[in-house]
T-cell receptor, first 111, second 111 residues
Framework: DAKTTQPTSMDCAEGRAANLPCNHSTISGNEYVYWYRQIHSQGPQYIIHGLKNNETNEMASLIITEDRKSSTLILPHATLRDTAVYYCIVTPQGGSEKLVFGKGMKLTVNP | DVKVTQSSRYLVKRTGEKVFLECVQDMDHENMFWYRQDPGLGLRLIYFSYDVKMKEKGDIPEGYSVSREKKERFSLILESASTNQTSMYLC??????????FGDGTRLSIL
């Protein structure tokens, strides 16, 4: 069972920041927060992951609350190509033997 | 960048056929995975492999087998294809405890 809760969908205007929330209130001390996205008809794409500190890479930023019960993925300047289903996953580092994706959240970036 | 290549994007086969799905990664990753993805059921792990000639069953191995003769290649075999194996098949690979990276998937239809 997925251990995260995400909104079903969200809209964002092109060029604006997209802030994607995720709740993971039962996260364990050794579990990381991972974000993947899946553009229609493609495989999941790894975005970013973190344990407790905020993380940033060329794709996005990840903000994890101090109690680690929730996090936010930030796409700083959303483009139409960011339209996808975004999955927030909590799992031990590396994803153990398998990844369990919940229903995810559909982000639609509008012109 | 990590590159996971699946041999076919779309494949149509007939019931009872033996079907081979190929996956190749170019990053010398030890770990490779086969999942299937179905609407409403999410991602389900079929088999994974920690090293050459090693394999482990995932959650739904029935009707499937795998082969890992070389480190870069992980093959999924449907011994006798059935209509309930119509699905999107995703291959992933990973080094150590790094994130899993996915191929673009093979959409397989069994008629």
């Amino acid at each position: 069972d997925a251990k995260t809760t995400q909104p079903t969908s969200m809209d964002c205007a092109e060029g604006r920041a997209a802030n994607l929330p995720c709740n993971h209130s039962t996260i364990s001390g050794n579990e990381y927060v991972y974000w993947y996205r899946q553009i229609h008809s493609q495989g999941p794409q790894y975005i970013i992951h973190g344990l407790k500190n905020n993380e940033t890479n060329e794709m996005a930023s990840l903000i994890i609350t101090e109690d680690r019960k929730s996090s936010t993925l930030i796409l700083p300047h959303a483009t139409l190509r960011d339209t996808a289903v975004y999955y927030c996953i909590v799992t031990p580092q590396g994803g153990s033997e398998k990844l369990v994706f919940g229903k995810g959240m559909k982000l639609t970036v509008n012109p | 960048d990590v590159k996971v290549t699946q041999s076919s994007r779309y494949l149509v086969k007939r019931t009872g056929e033996k079907v081979f799905l190929e996956c190749v990664q170019d990053m010398d990753h030890e770990n490779m995975f086969w999942y299937r993805q179905d609407p409403g059921l999410g991602l389900r792990l079929i088999y994974f492999s920690y090293d050459v000639k090693m394999k482990e069953k995932g959650d739904i191995p029935e009707g499937y087998s795998v082969s890992r003769e070389k480190k870069e290649r992980f093959s999924l075999i449907l011994e006798s294809a059935s209509t309930n194996q119509t699905s999107m098949y995703l291959c992933a690979s990973r080094r150590d405890v790094q994130p899993q990276h996915f191929g673009d998937g093979t959409r397989l239809s069994i008629l």
